[in-house]
């Protein structure tokens, strides 16, 4: 069974940075972790995933350029490096892993965290 623990949300004003974490626990099939974040009535939106399999990572465009995605070296923990953050990046943050399909689709990932809020304030 693995088990998603995120940590690192938080208030931030605009133009700001955090960094999430998420530890997997358990044993992981595949070598893809990733970010999903919801924001109050809107759909679960892709945010990052990594393959540390063949180093490449994607990202959703409104992310590009101000988000990096990395991992550790034991590759069982994922980071969200955040910069310039913008008030409609205020969300739920939920780290996923193990896809068994399209990285940007929901429904490819039987792992979630509990989810970690991040609200950036003007």
């Known amino acids: 069974q693995v088990q998603l623990a995120e940590s690192g949300g938080g208030l931030v004003q605009v133009g700001g940075s955090l960094v999430l974490s998420c530890a997997a626990s358990?044993?992981?099939?595949?070598?893809?972790m990733g970010w999903f974040r919801q924001a109050p009535g809107k759909d679960r939106e892709f945010v990052a995933a990594i393959n540390w399999g063949d180093g490449l990572s994607y990202y959703a465009d409104s992310v590009k350029g101000r988000f990096t995605i990395s991992t550790n070296n034991a590759k069982n923990t994922v980071y969200l490096q955040m910069n310039s953050l913008k008030s409609e990046d205020t969300a739920v943050y939920y780290c996923v892993a193990d896809p068994r399909g399209p990285y940007a689709d929901h429904e490819s990932y039987d792992y979630w965290g509990q989810g970690t809020q991040v609200t950036v304030s003007s």
């Open positions: 358990g044993r992981l099939f595949s070598d893809a």
